[in-house]
């Protein structure tokens, strides 16, 4: 497989691809890297790999990834609690990040080691796309690394130093004592705290945030640090080095011919909300098949706030224009609204307004075409927040976009106002993250506080409509049971009063 | 004599044509590479009478530069980054940024005013010209100290201020960010103009290198103490304005005064109080003083000196790759004084006010040719004859030329 900068043996590497041959190996490519387990990301694999294997790997480390964005968002990276609910989805993940789960046996390590390396890498080609992808990634991999060097015990990391290619020196008990006084004051360590203190020494571009900082010494050139800020070193370096590489991964990607495997596969990693589904419409066996007659009431209770405003415009003006026809259609697709339903109800209402044959016309091919029943004849998929927010921005007719992301801030205050559940505090929050470009916590916010949930209970990040939409209904459906077996209990004068209770 | 800039549209001409350096100076921002490696995506900008700015403008070899420059006459010539392509097809490239330049930094007189009593403003006089003196010891110090820059060079802006050029290979190589992180190091001024002479969780009484090496190269040939008397800043007890100084302490200093009235005693009684080394050398004749100050108290002495002379940097300037600076050797408008490279060693002895002026540089000329027709030497008849190597502009010439040395080997 291809990797960041292996482009020179490009041809060799492709002809060795068509082969598709299963995985021959299990061996890092190249040891030069820690042979344990914590590894700066600095060596390519260069083996040959399954494309099952390749799915799997990558698409494990996507929800590793995602599982750690979702508990840094409700609980401070490093506390207890953090670490206790990270751990809980670490379980069956072939990825050690707590030093206390990590195997005995070297085979197991080296494997462990493998998965790691190669699942970054695989990552950051299906991230390197657009400049967005490439700062998420660089980012939440960072932390990632951040978190599990500080769960580390100094003498690993110490020890792994000297097999990372990276120019970073201990320095000895002799070099410490010329400097010490300067390294105290400079470093801000307590006088008691010297003597026990590791410090490291590195070309002080290295240490540029340290620098700015201003907790760092620096002499001719070198940056001094104790061992605590040795991961903020590592890190950013880690950081830097993945941020390059990507940009010319990008570069290369352009002349790589995996059209039909390799792209479509980086493009799904990247795109689809991360947790792998794609919302294309097609349902599970046994699940409600929804009609039109369903939506305005589905729209109330479960629809993201972009859906219920595109909806709201549609039974209002018995029109929408192209980028919400769009938007919306392929979010009614996503949640099972049949091909014949999602017709019919556009034609109820447009043909309010314009004759009949018009809309066959003018209007019924594009849905026919997001559905893969014309042209291309390609099902199309909903979109994700990430494309609604970065594409396609609407003007000020239309009624598509994010509505945390696309509206004015007043706009916004009004809007949210209007629903009589928001609180003002409520709402004053929601804003507030709007404004500091937050569009996905505002919208995570939004939901957990029209669900009566506690601010950070719905536990991960509202990334696609659709999952907003499933989520809700889960919400709803867990209510409903949990009532039934309530009122049964209780009584049996009453009715269930569902309706009340999940509209809201 | 003040200057009258009317004839500045004659001397140009002649200046540039005879007197701007141009062959050490192409030779500099070649930086020992060929003309096509790096000197062609070099940005030049020319602005011209009546703020006509040209920019983007680069050149293949220094004839080609030196003619434009000729033919131009620019009031003003600023130099710019290094692109990624030639500046003159900026147009051309999608993907046309600046990817090197030198580290710059700017240091204005105007900064100054708050603890500037002598002149305000644009005015300059010698006893201000010793803020700049220090400005630049301390920051050409701690350039070399803590980062291990070997190239640098200091340049009178042509009036009030001056400009650093750092051209070793690793600082033209900083990123914006990596600039902005070492000016925001090098700058010790906070948001509320107070300078911050210990830093971080240890706030009380740690005192950073960075903070001592200034103290101590400040404190070294006596210009600081010149200061203070030609400043008046001990007349009054105004000067106790450390924002941490403890009341009883403010006491106590407050009854000091009273008994040590001239500056001179003054400060001769805080040296004897706060700087050790000083006190070292002092037996209790000498009027040692049995004050000890505790806490943050301590560093009074070095918040009075740091506030008065550490660099005051414009942040801005050192930021940005592609930010234009304007090139030495050029004439500043209004003033007519030349931009020179500074020797940092010799630099209080630099008179801001006798200067090179392109008026009298120019006048220079036909008595410099008159004194080579004189010369009796045939060997020296035959070289070209370059008169900036000549007459007055010729020391800082050799400044410059000590620079481009470092330069190129770096």
Redesign the interface.
Known sequence: MLFANAISDNRNVRSQMFNNQQSIKNVPSNTQEIPGYLQLYQTPPGENISLTEFDEIAMERLKLLKNFENCKDSHPMHTEEFKNKFRKTCDKIKLIVFPDLKPTSSEDIAELWRRDNIGHFILRLAFCRTPENQKWLTQIEGDLLRFRLRQEREVVVDSSLSAVNFPIHKLSSEEKKEMEE?LE??C?V?SIDMKNKAFYKVD??DA??L??R??V??????AYFPFEDLVTILVSKMKNTTMAAMARAFKHLAILEEEGRLLPRLARLSNNAYSGKDYNGEQADGSIIITRHMIDKLAVRSFAPCMKQMHKNLRLNHHLKYGARRQYGLFLKGIGLSLEEAIAMMRDEFTKKIPSDKFDKEYSYNIRYMYGKEGRRVPQTAMSCATIILNNPPSATDCHGCPFRHSEKQVLKQKLSGESILKKGQVELIVDLAESNQYDKACTRYFEFTHHLEEGGLGQRITHPNQYYEESQKIIAERIAAKHTSDSQTSQKSEPKEEQMDTQ | MSYNSIRLPQDLPIYYKNFFPAKPFVKWLRYGLSYGDYFNRREFAFILADDVHIRYRSYHDELSFFKALTSTNPEKLDIGAVYNHEPINNKRHTDYQAVERELVFDIDLTDYDPIRNCCKNATVCQKCWKFMVLAVKILDFQLDDMFGFKARMWVFSGRRGVHCWVGDKKARMLNNTQRSAIATRLNLFKKNGHCEVTEGRAKMTRVPPIVRDAFNVAMKDGIFEKMVLEQGWLENSDFLDYPYLSEGFRKQMLDLLETFKTPEERWHMLRSVFDEGYRRNLTSNDGLQDVMPVMRDRNFLLYFVLQRCYPRLDVNVSTGTNHLLKSPFCIHPKTGNVAVPLNVEKIDEFDVNSCPRIDRVVEELSSLLAEREADENEDSKNRKFLPYKHGALAPYVENFEKFVYLACIS
């Not at chain 1, 010494?217 to 070198?222: A, D, E, I, S, V």
Request: aromatic share 10%.
């Open positions: 300067d004051h400079a801000q307590l002080f571009i540029i945030e620098i700015r201003g907790s010494h620096l002499k001719k050139g070198f």
